[in-house]
């Protein structure tokens, strides 16, 4: 009974005991208790984009799923934390989430190294974690007996065979070389890499290794050159991609970068200067049409709830709304399955999805006890920056 009802009772004369109200009004209370999600991403720093673009996805779907009567009757609320993309803070704010603020479902960011270091402790609390940008491996193939990690991003195992197969079809690739940050992400893409090379009999010059702080890549890039390589794989994020790039700018050498999603994260363009559009990488998403069908309903709703949008230029990247876009309906639907905010009940109700028609794709039981990655190869596309602005490769 809620406050009008007790109104129309008091009207008819009935009598109700200030007990029952406050009973009554316990029990609607508790009724409208919302469900938390966590978020745990950088919201600082130069990968800061990142988790500004995983927000405002999860905004828009939680603005949508609560207008729609939220789930099981409860609104959602986004309980975010800074990672700062250090993992170590990382894992201290998901246990503060999943503890303290008792979040049913924790969503992750940009950087693989966080993110690993978060579910050990996912699948020790049975809290389920929903990774939306990073896209190590092991994050999701991780050797537990009871998986709590799903994923809607690019999975490494499946973009190094993409970016393989872009550089043998796009630049007869013949001698490529290896350009990666030294970090477990980097590793699990070196594994990818020459699995992928070695099942086409195509040997790699060498591996350099890059750091986050590195200031100037020449010494690693002149011995790839050095070696005759024709062709770069790179896999780094915002600062160290840029670097290769005005690096090889300052060395005069014109060769092909093809790139792991790094460059995405943040103010690439900017960093990189008027030759960031020579590296072509990986995207699951890109606004190509803001006027109509579902991509330009959401922009609208995007424009509508941050004034600041004006154009595609002010949604890079547009990779991290999407994923998480589609990462929280798919959530809200397990949930609904999972008829409770029981941990283990979630995981199965993620396994039960049957159909949604999400921003990147149109989804067909997504999950299952043996996959727990949503996109699958033929749904990546390459783009790059074009004044400062994420638009695919013609």
């Known amino acids: 009974m809620n406050l ?59 603005d949508e799923i609560n207008e729609s009567g939220g789930v099981l009757g409860r ?43 978060i579910v050990p402790v996912i699948n020790q609390l049975k809290v389920p974690f929903m990774g939306v940008w990073a896209a190590g491996t092991p994050i999701t193939k991780n050797g537990a007996k009871e998986n709590y990690a799903f994923r809607v991003s690019a999975v490494d195992e499946v973009v190094d ?10 630049y007869a690739m013949k001698k490529p070389g290896m350009i990666l940050i030294n970090n477990p992400w980097g590793e699990s893409n070196e594994k990818g890499l020459k699995q992928s090379l070695a099942s086409r009999g195509i040997e790699y010059t060498v591996i350099e290794r890059i750091e986050s702080s590195d200031l100037d890549v020449i010494p690693q890039l002149t011995r790839l050159k050095e070696k005759g390589t024709d062709t770069l794989l790179m896999v780094a994020n915002v600062a160290p991609s840029a670097q290769v790039v005005k690096s090889l700018e300052r060395m005069d050498w014109d060769v092909p970068i093809v790139s792991h ?25 890109t606004f190509t049409d803001t006027e109509s ?54 995981r199965n109700g993620y396994y039960a999805i049957d159909k949604y028609d999400g921003l990147i794709k149109s989804y067909s039981k997504p999950f299952s006890k043996d996959q727990h990655d949503a996109i699958e190869a033929n749904d990546y596309i390459f783009t790059h920056f074009v004044d400062n602005q994420i638009v695919p490769v013609k």
């Open 4 to 62: 009008s009802m007790i109104n129309k009772a008091l009207k008819k004369g009935l009598c109700i005991s200030i007990y029952s109200v406050f009973t009554m009004g316990a029990v609607t209370a508790q009724a409208v208790e919302p469900i938390k999600v966590g978020l745990v991403a950088a919201l600082s720093g130069q990968s800061a984009k990142s988790g500004e673009a995983i927000t405002r996805g999860l905004t828009i779907a939680i």
């Open 75 to 117: 609104p959602l609320e986004l309980v975010r934390r800074d990672d700062e993309s250090n993992p170590s803070k990382g894992l201290l704010a998901s246990r503060e989430l999943i503890q303290r603020e008792k979040v049913s479902v924790l969503f992750g960011g940009l950087d693989t190294p966080v993110s690993l270091a």
């Open 161 to 170: 065979e993409a970016l393989v197969k872009y550089g043998v079809d796009n």
């Open 261 to 285: 999603w790094g460059p995405a994260g943040g103010r690439f363009g900017e960093l990189a200067g008027a030759t960031a559009d020579r590296v072509h990488f990986i995207q699951t998403f």
């Open 293 to 346: 069908g579902k991509s330009g309903d959401i922009f609208k709703k995007l424009q509508a709830k941050f004034p600041e949008i004006k154009s595609i230029a002010d949604v890079t990247p547009a990779v991290g709304i999407a994923n998480a876009y589609d990462a929280m309906h798919l959530t809200a639907i397990a949930i609904e399955q999972a008829g409770n905010t029981k941990g283990k009940d979630i």
